[in-house]
T-cell receptor, first 114, second 114 residues
């Protein structure tokens, strides 16, 4: 069974540009999470989808970030326009259920904003 | 708000020896779960071990075991017979059933010396 996949693995963009990150969860997992780790800091929660609905987006830093999960399968996270402080590693995770279910992580996308 | 603290930014262990990574947490929740995740240099984050707070027995997975002290809010990871492949960043994480998103510590970078 394929794990969580993310694309691209690395993205380098200039301040003010737009970047779209993609996450494909494990097949059959209704729950999809986005997390971010800024250099030297904790991995922080961004948002949580249940199927195509946003269950919790309390961790989204501002309105430059837009997450979608059309059809309840893969998800995209768009940053527009990107700022220097958006640099970091963006992780996606999925789980079958909510609450106590283990979250399985993708390899992450390393975003560098110059 | 829940917090997770890993007080050891870096640790080192000799191959075949035992090492213990520390983690403390703070919460007022009663129904929660604790995890150790491992992220090797290749970046894919892998679940190492999971502990349900309601279980008194410490979780074990082969060479990995935890010392869960609920009253002290401590959740340390012991790696026995360390192997070169254990070298990685180790993240301690907290999950409450009511919240759904993981709360991470800053991580401990473990080096294994041959």
């Amino acid at each position: 069974e394929a794990g969580v996949t993310q694309f691209p693995s690395h993205s380098v963009i200039e301040k003010g540009q737009t970047v779209t990150l993609r996450c494909d969860p494990i097949s059959g997992h209704d729950n999809l999470y986005w997390y971010r780790r800024v250099m030297g800091k904790e991995i922080k929660f961004l948002l949580h989808f249940v199927k195509e609905s946003k269950q919790d987006e309390s961790g989204m830093p501002n309105n430059r970030f837009l997450a979608e999960r059309t059809g309840g399968t893969y998800s995209t996270l768009k940053v527009q326009p990107a700022e220097l402080e958006d640099s970091g590693v963006y992780f996606c995770a999925s789980s079958q259920g909510t609450g106590a279910d283990t979250q399985y992580f993708g390899p992450g996308t390393r975003l560098t904003v110059l | 708000a829940q917090t997770v603290t890993q007080s050891q930014p870096e640790m080192s262990v000799q191959e075949a020896e035992t090492v213990t990574l520390s983690c403390t947490y703070d919460t007022s929740e009663s129904d929660y779960y604790l995890f150790w995740y491992k992220q090797p240099p290749s970046r894919q984050m892998i679940l190492v071990i999971r502990q349900e707070a309601y279980k008194q027995q410490n979780a074990t997975e082969n060479r990995f075991s935890v010392n869960f002290q609920k009253a002290a809010k401590s959740f340390s990871l012991k790696i026995s017979d360390s192997q070169l492949g254990d070298a990685a960043m180790y993240f301690c994480a907290f999950l409450s059933r009511s919240q759904g998103n993981l709360i991470f510590g800053k991580g401990t970078k473990l080096s294994v010396k041959p």
